[in-house]
């Protein structure tokens, strides 16, 4: 732990500038404004800097993850963020009482009454992150809720596409999202956040996982990948969501490889100085090709996930540490 009024501590403070973010809980990149994001990522690139510099702008709050469904990054990621800013950590989940028939809300309800300030909840349902956050005092940050949205994974999606760009805005830009649009919570987020950035989002999948709500969103669906991706900036892959029965939706894995993986000549039809992503975890050779997955120079796959750890920072700081003094409130029902 660095000493009080450190230099990375002052700059950390300075950078914040008594800021704070619009939203008390974070259930979907809706309730993110412009300004907010602004905020999140001038930190988040302060973080980074520092990397796993510990410092105590979060000491004596609690943090549970509580993940109903499994993860590996997402959880380790929140896990050491917010150890990094000195919050107590301990998780709930896989082996919890909701397996005895505990009512989620008992189970969350149970966790708030330990006075814990953030709860990450991950769900296979949709909804479940919101549901919760109007019954507790804790503030919720939605880690994915079944097909619904994976907030923090678009935030960092997003910070890693700014960077590489080096600009606050993709507009003039083209993402092409590759994949299982139907059963991807990524997508549900990526999505509204790349139309916040003002980037020309275009979608490549099997007709059968195209959703009917994805054109509301106001991207160009292509049922023919290598068209979607020529001359794309970005190529985001997702993927193939067997868990969610996706199987049910293609003729077999081996055919949709051969259909929509990102291949060495499919990413060639991109721009030249375009780059790969991948919400992990990636199933080599399905999604993306091996020899690209995450060693190929295009590949940012591994920055994203740094990026995760300075994002998630800065949002537990900026929720759990207010300027403005504003704490949540709820009425026991
Ligand atoms: N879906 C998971 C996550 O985002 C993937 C993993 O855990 O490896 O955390
Ligand atoms: N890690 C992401 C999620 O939890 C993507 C995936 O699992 O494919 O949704």
Redesign the pocket.
């Known amino acids: 732990m660095d000493p009080e009024n450190s230099p990375k501590k002052q700059s950390l403070i300075e950078t914040r500038g008594c800021r704070d973010v619009s939203f008390l809980d974070l259930c979907s990149i809706d309730q993110v404004t412009k300004k907010d994001l602004v905020l999140i990522y001038d930190i988040a690139r302060k973080f980074r800097e520092y990397k796993t510099y510990k410092i105590n702008f979060n000491k004596g709050n609690s943090l549970v993850n509580a993940f109903f ?1 499994s ?1 590996t ?2 959880m380790a990621s929140f896990d050491l963020s917010a150890k990094q800013l000195s919050m107590d950590t301990t998780a709930v989940g896989s082996n919890c009482s909701i397996k005895k028939g505990e009512s989620y809300i008992d189970t969350i309800q149970t966790v708030d009454a330990m006075n814990v300030k953030v709860i990450i909840i ?1 769900t296979k349902e949709s909804g479940v992150p919101e549901m919760l956050a109007r019954h507790t005092s804790a503030s919720i940050i939605n ?2 809720d079944g097909w619904h949205e ?1 907030p923090t ?1 678009a935030l960092l999606d997003g910070l890693t596409m700014l960077d590489y760009f080096n600009s606050t805005n993709l507009k003039g830009r083209t993402v092409t999202i590759v994949g ?1 649009i139907m059963h ?3 997508f549900g987020s990526l999505v509204r956040l790349l139309k916040k950035l003002d980037a020309t989002v275009r979608v490549a999948a099997p007709e059968t996982m195209i959703p009917k709500h994805a054109n509301k969103f106001g991207v160009n669906l292509y049922y023919n990948v290598e068209e979607a991706i020529r001359g794309a900036d970005i190529v985001y892959a ?2 193939v ?1 067997k868990e969610r029965g996706a199987n049910g939706f293609i003729p077999s894995l081996r055919e949709y490889s051969k259909m929509f993986g990102i291949s060495r000549a499919r990413l060639d039809l991109a721009k030249k100085n375009a780059i790969l992503m991948h ?3 990636i199933t080599r050779d399905i999604d993306v090709h091996s020899a690209l997955s995450v060693v190929d120079k295009q590949s940012h796959i591994l920055q994203q996930v740094e990026n995760g750890a300075s994002v998630r920072k800065a949002l537990l700081w900026l929720i759990g540490n207010r300027y403005d003094g504003k704490v949540k409130s709820y009425k026991k029902i």
């Open positions: 469904e993860s990054r997402t991950r880690a994915g994976h994974q299982d991807s919570r990524v997702l993927r969501q919400p992990g975890p």
